[in-house]
Each structure stands twice: as C-alpha cells, then as structure tokens.
C-alpha cells in the first residue's frame, strides 16, 4: 500500500495503538525531512498543489510525538519535535540559537541566522532566513530568497487542504514584514519594510492612470511598500492597511544588481 493511502485511512481514534499507522506517520515525517516530499508543489502551468496528506500527517505526528528534554550545550528544551540534524552534511549553516526543527526541509547553501524553521516547511537552495525570521509549518521557500530581520511567515496547517503561505524563487522579504493565511508571493518580488499580507488584504495596483485591486498574490518581480486605504465605518472613515504595488525589478539585470537598483530607484527601507 502506497505511503498517501496509509496515511488517508488512519483513523485518529485508534492511532496511539496502532503501530503500523504510527510507523507510516513517521515515514511521512522522515520523507519531508529529507526534501524527499513537500507539502505543496508547483505544477508546469505555475500554480500550486497541496499534498493534503502530508499536513494531515504532520497533525498526526503531534498526537503521536512524546514530549522529552533535550539538552543543546548549555540549552534545555522540552517539547515533541526534535531538532534536525546533520547539518554540516546537508551543507546548511545554522547560527546560534537559530532552531530548525525535524520533519522541515532545509536545502544545501542556505543560511538560518537566530531564526526558526517550523516542521513542514521547505526552505529551496541558497536562501537566507534572517535574525528573528521565522518559517511557519508547511510554509514553501523557494531558492535564493532573503527573509529578512523580523520576517515572519505564517504557517498553515488545518484544514489540510488549505495552500500555505508561498515565497518563489529570488523574492525579498524586507524587515518584520509578514506573510500568513496562505499569500503567495511570486518570483522575484520585492516587500518593502513592514508589509502585511493576508487573505484579505488588498493589494492595490498604482503603476497604471487607476488602480487595480487583487488579494492573495503578488505578482513576479513587483516592488511593494505598505500603505493604507480609507474605508468606511458606521463610526466614520478609516485607514486600514494595503499593500502597494509601485513598481517593478527591471529584466535588464541580474537579481542582485536588479535588487539593489529597486532599492535606491523607490527609497524602500528593508
């Protein structure tokens, strides 16, 4: 029986007696650990797949887990979730007391400053989580991006089919910016200081003569500061937060040089 059907017929009820359910939970967890399996993954057309079994998996690994101490040098923890381990062999640099927990996936050349890296999540090649960022459950890193100082990104576990929170490849995060309630946002785009996104924040279009107002998505290579937008109340008129799109990262260069151009070209702090 295949590793999806196991999981999808276990019943929560019995699972604390069930070994073979146990074992498959755990092989699930193993297999996202390894970057063997994700929890969501982008189709040819560029949109998203959920792999609903996985986070229900990682629900059932929660009941099933032993809370235990562990002692880290001077450190003491007690939790369920061991720490990950072999990370010289994975070729990952993890800064003290940056915690990347078991059951995540953190791919060759990235870099976890004091920051956290929830079980579920997936961090791509090459990407730096900051001082103080955090990568919630089942939350997708793509290659090559910069979460920056503060950053926090959302987790998302029930309902199991619901999209994580999404960073494609080569986006940057700037400082104590927040992403949850599974946005997404697209290659190589750029979050100014301080943006929030949620399911319902609007994010207003201003390049064209009118704005154009979407939720859930930033699109490729945009440049994005926080802003607000009026909104009437029975007690009045309000600002309330938006996310601004004013720009974008010019094709005519590299991410690195492109990146630092959008910076001085529209003043954001990162």
């Given at each position: 029986?295949?590793?999806q ?7 929560v ?39 609903a079994?996985?986070?229900?998996a ?9 809370m ?11 939790d ?66 910069h ?24 986006a ?26 949620t ?13 154009t ?9 945009a ?48």
């Amino acid at each position: 029986m295949a590793l999806q059907e196991k999981i999808e017929q276990i019943n929560v009820e019995t699972l604390s007696s069930n070994q073979s359910a146990k074992d498959a939970v755990a092989e699930a967890i193993a297999e996202l650990d390894s970057g063997k399996r994700r929890v969501a993954e982008q189709l040819p057309d560029g949109t998203w797949s959920v792999n609903a079994w996985l986070k229900q998996a990682i629900l059932y690994y929660f009941k099933i887990a032993e809370m235990k101490v562990m002692e880290v040098g001077p450190f003491e923890f007690f939790d369920k979730i061991p720490l990950k381990k072999n990370l010289k062999e994975y070729g990952v640099r993890v800064v003290p007391p940056g915690t990347v927990r078991f059951g995540s996936y953190v791919a060759p050349g990235c870099v976890i400053m004091p920051g956290y890296v929830n079980i579920g999540a997936y961090v791509d090649e090459g990407t730096m989580v900051d001082t103080w960022a955090t990568v919630g459950s089942s939350a997708q890193i793509g290659k090559n991006v910069h979460l920056s100082g503060g950053v926090g990104i959302g987790g998302v576990l029930e309902p199991p089919g619901a999209t994580p929170v999404i960073i494609e490849d080569g986006a940057f995060i700037g400082s104590r910016s927040i992403v949850v309630e599974g946005a997404r946002v697209g290659k190589e785009a750029v979050l100014g200081a301080n943006v929030v996104l949620t399911a319902s924040t609007p994010i207003v279009d201003v390049r064209g003569e009118s704005e154009t107002i979407t939720k859930g998505y930033i699109p490729e290579r945009a440049v994005v500061i926080p802003g607000t937008k009026a909104k009437k109340f029975p007690a009045g008129e309000y600002h309330t937060p938006c996310a601004l799109i004013i720009g974008e990262r010019k094709a005519s260069t590299d991410r690195k040089t492109s990146l630092n151009e959008v910076l001085r070209e529209f003043a954001i702090q990162v």
